[in-house]
């Protein structure tokens, strides 16, 4: 049970184990490509107590909201080499020091950009501060190539990618959503130069209007196309535009903060055991199959996905076929987990509200935080 899968990767993948497996098919079922909308239907599955969907692919923000309601089982830590993984990557999987779901695949937010066009300004490498993007796309925009482009667009669309573009903004200006305690912390000069610089260039013309309407997909169509000089956008963009018109043309560096290079949000799925399904000993063997080392490398080399294996991104070979690994690895490393809250459904909603107003000039960033601070406390009862 998945989100759509835009990569075409996955079904290979369920043919390999079903052959292995004749009398134990998978069947695989697709989701929309909005993750709200995934959630929502995993929960409403959850409530009637439905044996329908046994394995579930999670967005790493939902363990701990659906550990604590019961939705999936706790799972046997020892049968996963969860030793080779990634810590931050694996510390996702986890609720109340137990484990509740297994990496798949981890996500770190990345800068594509178009280098040949920063080559041609005259520029010497990627921007590392926000400052610099913006010169970067005055350069850019004074040759003939680079006349009509926008400059920058990452997801911004009252959903989750609009969470995660917030989280980022707001990690990469020092401040935090929630404190080392788990409390909002949202209300801070911070926080404000963060959500100021997505508002700011939603005013000054660096985000393009329509930017507004981006998730995922649009944002990688516009850069593909042409449209931006900079997307932030996950790994999975590498290969898709790989085959496009800018195949050869852009390269991809850590996202820019406000001093200096900034802070991902951490992403990626892990697989969780419906506490409601049927077949569950099949489950688990299928779940130590889809998270090996071989099918997280095929995912890498099919997708994109970033592995949740550390060794897998200093392997040669790899990294001069794929050379964003030690850029993704760093970005992973750094990454900053979105709020793990087990009220994350109300939590996400009250920031996608807040930062949406106040990126649509409904509202300041002042008062949006403010508002913000209270909505989070409220929902996390403090």
């Known amino acids: 049970m998945t989100g759509k899968d835009t990569t075409g990767t996955l079904q290979p993948v369920l043919d390999r184990w079903n052959k292995l497996h004749p009398k134990e098919k998978v069947t695989l079922i697709q989701l929309p490509t909005d993750a709200d909308a995934q959630r929502q239907q995993m929960i409403q599955n959850a409530e009637t107590k439905s044996d329908a969907y046994t394995v579930l692919s999670l967005d790493v923000v939902w363990t701990s909201e659906?550990?604590?309601?019961?939705w999936i089982d706790k799972l046997p830590e020892r049968?996963?080499?969860?030793?080779?993984?990634l810590k931050p990557v694996v510390e996702t999987a986890k609720y109340r020091g137990g484990l509740y779901a297994v990496p798949a695949s981890s996500d770190g937010g990345m800068l594509y950009y178009r280098a040949d066009l920063l080559k041609k300004a005259g520029v010497a490498g990627p921007p590392k501060t926000w400052a610099e993007l913006k010169e970067d796309c005055a350069k850019v925009r004074k040759l003939p190539e680079g006349k009509g482009m926008s400059c920058y667009a990452g997801q911004f669309q009252k959903y989750e990618g609009?969470?995660?573009?917030?989280?980022?903004?707001?990690?990469?200006?020092g401040g935090e959503v929630t404190d080392a305690d788990g409390r909002p912390d949202v209300d801070t000069p911070a926080a404000r130069k963060g959500l100021d610089f997505l508002a700011g260039s939603f005013k000054d013309g660096t985000i393009p209007k329509e930017a507004i309407t981006y998730q995922e997909e649009d944002s990688r169509q516009a850069f593909q196309s042409g449209k931006?000089?900079?997307?932030?956008?996950?790994?999975?963009?590498?290969?898709?535009?790989?085959?496009s018109k800018v195949a050869g043309k852009f390269a991809v560096a850590p996202l820019p903060g406000l001093n200096g290079p900034g802070a991902s949000s951490l992403g990626g799925h892990n697989l969780a055991l419906s506490s409601f399904a049927r077949n569950k000993a099949t489950a688990l063997d299928f779940m130590k199959f889809f998270t090996s080392e071989q099918t997280a490398k095929s995912f890498l080399q099919g997708a994109s996905l970033a592995p949740p294996y550390a060794r897998l991104y200093d392997d040669p070979a790899l990294v001069k076929q794929y050379p964003y690994l030690p850029v993704l690895k760093q970005s992973v490393l750094r990454a900053v987990p979105r709020p793990r809250v087990v009220?994350?459904?109300?939590?996400?909603?009250?920031?996608?509200r807040e930062a949406y107003a106040a990126l649509n000039g409904g509202k300041s960033s002042a008062q949006a935080l403010t508002d913000l601070q209270k909505d989070l406390k409220k929902v996390m009862g403090q």
């Open 79 to 85: 049968q996963f080499p969860l030793h080779k993984m």
């Open 343 to 352: 009220q994350y459904g109300d939590a996400t909603s009250a920031i996608q």
């Open 228 to 243: 931006l000089l900079f997307l932030r956008n996950w790994p999975y963009v590498y290969s898709l535009a790989q085959k």
């Open 162 to 173: 609009l969470t995660v573009n917030f989280a980022e903004a707001v990690n990469s200006a």
């Open 66 to 70: 659906f550990a604590a309601h019961q």
